[in-house]
């Protein structure tokens, strides 16, 4: 049985942070998460780019955590990810104790990163290309005390996102 790579035992990852739905349309997928699956939603949120947007909402049950994304138009980083891809999982988030660490080890295995290590006051992420033959992307995110979203943290995934045209 194939083990994996020699450092595999280091436990990179503590559990699944959250996971990130591409959704269609936010409202259905929200009635659906709420009424439907009994989550609470914690928050909704707008980010804009310099040439695209997306509207999300943060949903939350004992723990368990899922983010629906929506694009606001078709050239959305979202729409995009839609329309090649489908709705779906856009990313899973990986729980991480040292970010730097992780990113280190990860490279040196070969994965590849859209971004570079994001930080904000008590959280750090970073998001992986998009594995083409699975479809998934990764973020590895480190909390320091942040147990939410950070604005400024969303803002700055999507501009880099955005400079590099991802999905």
């Given at each position: 049985?194939?083990?994996?790579?020699?450092?595999?035992?280091?436990?990179?990852?503590?559990?699944?942070?959250?996971?990130?739905?591409?959704?269609?349309?936010?409202?259905?997928?929200?009635?659906?998460?709420?009424?439907?699956?009994?989550?609470?939603?914690?928050?909704?949120?707008?980010?804009?780019?310099?040439?695209?947007?997306?509207?999300?909402?943060?949903?939350?049950?004992?723990?368990?955590?899922?983010?629906?994304?929506?694009?606001?138009?078709?050239?959305?980083?979202?729409?995009?990810?839609?329309?090649?891809?489908?709705?779906?999982?856009?990313?899973?988030?990986?729980?991480?104790?040292?970010?730097?660490?992780?990113?280190?080890?990860?490279?040196?295995?070969?994965?590849?990163?859209?971004?570079?290590?994001i930080s904000g006051a008590g959280l750090r992420q970073t998001f992986t290309s998009r594995d083409?033959?699975?479809?998934?992307?990764?973020?590895?995110?480190?909390?320091?005390?942040?147990?939410?979203?950070l604005d400024q943290n969303v803002q700055e995934l999507f501009s880099q996102l955005e400079r590099?045209?991802?999905?």
């Amino acid at each position: 049985m194939n083990q994996g790579p020699a450092d595999a035992h280091e436990n990179l990852f503590s559990n699944i942070d959250h996971i990130a739905i591409a959704v269609r349309e936010l409202d259905p997928a929200i009635h659906f998460f709420v009424e439907i699956l009994g989550f609470n939603l914690v928050r909704r949120r707008k980010v804009a780019g310099e040439k695209t947007g997306m509207i999300a909402a943060d949903l939350n049950y004992n723990g368990i955590k899922f983010v629906l994304l929506q694009g606001t138009d078709p050239d959305s980083q979202v729409s995009k990810l839609i329309k090649n891809f489908g709705p779906g999982i856009a990313h899973i988030a990986l729980a991480v104790d040292d970010i730097e660490s992780a990113v280190d080890k990860l490279s040196k295995r070969g994965l590849t990163f859209d971004t570079t290590i994001i930080s904000g006051a008590g959280l750090r992420q970073t998001f992986t290309s998009r594995d083409f033959n699975s479809g998934l992307s990764f973020e590895f995110i480190e909390r320091c005390g942040e147990e939410n979203f950070l604005d400024q943290n969303v803002q700055e995934l999507f501009s880099q996102l955005e400079r590099r045209d991802v999905y």
